[in-house]
């Protein structure tokens, strides 16, 4: 405040040196002969002129420690910019400004003008924490919220029900206690990172989140001067996205280039000799250089999913293989890339496959009834969670695996992943699998001639038939 406000000439105790050339005398002997002495001046004086003065020289004194110490808060005190701000420092503060406006000012400051030097000055205090806080409406409406409790406390000072000790000290630690909280003006009030709710504009940053929750707990932290290299890297963050908007708009102002796009199929497959349903259908999509609008590869690939299935090729692997045919028969070229095939496009697709194959086994489960079952199992390497230790972590492991297929539609109905490649094993899984089907009437069970699976005795289909 005293960038905006003139210096007064004088100090805190008392003392004005300009007003009259009268011989030193201590401090606190000098206001009550200077005003005797004016008192003597207006007994002989009728002009209005000296009464304004008077008035005048009277309040550019300095106030005296006793006259400006608060009865709750204590003395006043300008604003720490080295801490955010508690309720009780925006009061001391607010008593300051208060004190050294009536230094200067006629007639005592509006609550308006106090108010607007305040908020400022916290909000200031905020952004050099580089923490995003709430509108200065906001600000201004918490503050006068206090402002109005101290008021009060303050008025019931002098009411009969504080007229013992013991009450003004309850009325004064309840609002002490209150004081003693973070004027907390931040955006952002959720308590932990992994709970934020809030926009990214309102959010703490990362790096002041253990600064944040200093200030609103025990306050042992303060605002240091630059960092110059989270400063430096900041500003090279934002470079680059001033960067990225400038190319963005380059590319919008580029007229947008419509290429007509080949069409995968002959004339005789498109009249429906060939085609496998009107979902493969491709549609020609326009090609833009522009940011704005984007197009999609729309041709499904359900039998390259399937076949990438079949074979256990990777996503990736089958992408690269079906856009190299797609180069080699000159349906990509350079200046049509359209139909390019990447390996999430094939992951989305073996995904969507998988589904409804699923959904069509258990619809066919519904309805056929299952009369003979076939198996096969075979010892593959899994990945699998595995939680024994502390924390989770993916480990491979070798599990046996049991296909079944259902006779006479010749459909896979599940896989089974037994304890162990034992007969019994195998049994056990087959018979508690085969007990939640909804339609079975089994009259046959075939499988390879492993001595696992066929044994007279300790047979996979020996002892289900016992079961």
């Known amino acids: 405040m005293r960038d905006t406000l003139p210096e007064p000439r004088h100090s805190r105790s008392g003392t004005c040196e300009n007003l009259h050339d009268t011989p030193q005398h201590n401090s606190a002997e000098r206001p009550s002969m200077l005003y005797c002495s004016l008192s003597r001046l207006l007994c002989s004086c009728r002009h209005v002129y000296c009464v304004e003065r008077f008035c005048d020289i009277k309040m550019s004194f300095n106030l005296r420690s006793s006259d400006t110490e608060c009865t709750i808060f204590g003395t006043p005190q300008p604003l720490s910019f080295v801490m955010l701000p508690t309720y009780e420092d925006i009061m001391k503060h607010y008593l300051f400004i208060t004190n050294e406006m009536k230094k200067t000012c006629k007639k005592s400051p509006s609550m308006k003008l106090i108010r607007g030097k305040i908020v400022k000055n916290v909000v200031e205090i905020w952004a050099k924490a580089s923490i995003p806080t709430v509108s200065v409406q906001l600000v201004e409406s918490m503050f006068s919220t206090f402002y109005e409790k101290y008021k009060n406390a303050k008025k019931s000072f002098g009411s009969k029900a504080h007229t013992t000790e013991n009450n003004k000290d309850k009325s004064k630690t309840a609002l002490l206690e209150m004081a003693q909280q973070l004027f907390d003006i931040a955006a952002c009030k959720c308590p932990e990172p992994k709970f934020y709710k809030c926009p990214t504009f309102k959010k703490i940053p990362f790096l002041e989140l253990k600064f944040m929750e200093d200030q609103r707990s025990v306050r042992k932290m303060g605002i240091g001067g630059v960092d110059q290299k989270e400063t430096k890297n900041m500003r090279d963050k934002e470079e680059r996205k001033i960067k990225r908007i400038s190319r963005s708009k380059s590319l919008q102002t580029i007229k947008n280039i419509q290429v007509e796009s080949t069409p995968i199929f002959s004339p005789e497959s498109e009249s429906g000799q060939d085609s496998d349903s009107e979902t493969d259908e491709w549609c020609p999509q326009k090609r833009s250089l522009s940011l704005e609008s984007s197009y999609y590869n729309c041709k499904k690939l359900k039998n390259a999913a399937v076949a990438a299935d079949r074979f256990g090729v990777s996503s990736g692997v089958a992408a690269a293989i079906i856009s190299g045919a797609l180069q080699d028969y000159k349906l990509v070229t350079g200046s049509d890339s359209s139909l390019l095939v990447d390996k999430s496009k094939l992951n989305r697709q073996r995904s969507k496959i998988r589904t409804e194959k699923r959904e069509e086994a258990s619809i066919s489960l519904q309805t056929n009834t299952v009369t003979a079952i076939y198996f096969d199992g075979k010892k593959d390497e899994t990945k699998t969670v595995d939680k024994t230790l502390d924390k989770s972590r993916t480990i491979s492991k070798i599990e046996e695996h049991i ?45 390879d001639g492993t001595n696992v699976n066929t044994g007279c005795k300790a047979g996979a289909i020996a002892l289900l038939e016992k079961n």
């Open 403 to 447: 296909s079944v297929l259902s006779q006479p539609n010749d459909e896979y109905l599940t896989h089974l992943t037994p304890a162990g490649g034992t007969g019994e094993q195998i049994a056990s899984v087959l018979f508690e699998y085969l007990q939640n089907l909804p339609a079975l009437d089994l009259r046959a069970v075939g499988c």
